[in-house]
């Protein structure tokens, strides 16, 4: 079965939780803990999803990207365990940028795969459709990391909490549905 159609198991559902609240956590857990303890804590976390992830036998690229992450981490947390705790956002966005560019150059591309798995076969048309929506994903990803980056060297951590548990959210959810409006009007265009 795809990886995409799999079943969400209580423990990819608790993970999936963690990952989403990480800015808040390490807020909390910065308030009650040195650094070192709350990265230390963040390295548990991402080694039990990369053994996680092994046992599931995860895409390789995909490991491969949790791996990268993991290694940065740890090498960042011997540098400045702040600025270690607070790159996960970062590494992540910079991982997705890099996943659906590598998708660019080993056709077909992210977005094109979704669209054959919800529509089937696609036109000519359609495929430069996915091949630009995946660049524009990109590009939100690489500006994502950006501010994240930002945030984790000169903002505070309230301002980063907000921007990396809140804000990249909802622009996350404002790109997703001005794709979903765009994608309609094109198909509406198609048709007339």
Do not use: C
């Not at 009650?32 to 046992?55: I, K, N």
């Not at 077909?108 to 994903?137: C, H, K, S």
């Not at 622009?171 to 794709?179: H, S």
């Amino acid at each position: 079965m795809p990886s995409w159609r799999r079943k969400l198991r209580p423990l990819d559902l608790l993970f999936v939780l963690i990952s989403l609240s990480y800015p808040f956590v390490v807020y909390f857990g910065l308030v009650h803990f040195p650094p070192l303890t709350v990265g230390l804590a963040l390295v548990v976390f991402l080694v039990l999803r990369l053994l996680l992830q092994r046992q599931r036998r995860a895409q390789r690229s995909e490991f491969g990207i949790y791996v990268a992450v993991v290694m940065a981490i740890v090498l960042l947390l011997g540098v400045n365990e702040l600025l270690a705790i607070k790159a996960y956002p970062v590494l992540i966005s910079l991982s997705f940028a890099f996943l659906f560019g590598y998708s660019l150059l080993n056709p077909p591309p992210i977005i094109e795969r979704f669209a054959r798995m919800m529509e089937g076969e696609l036109d000519e048309q359609a495929i430069r459709y996915t091949r630009n929506v995946t660049v524009a994903w990109v590009v939100f990803f690489l500006l994502n990391a950006a501010v994240s980056l930002w945030t984790a060297l000169y903002a505070d951590l309230e301002a980063w909490t907000l921007y990396n548990g809140f804000i990249s959210y909802i622009l996350i959810g404002l790109m997703f549905g001005g794709e979903f409006l765009l994608r309609q009007f094109v198909k509406r265009k198609k048709v007339s």
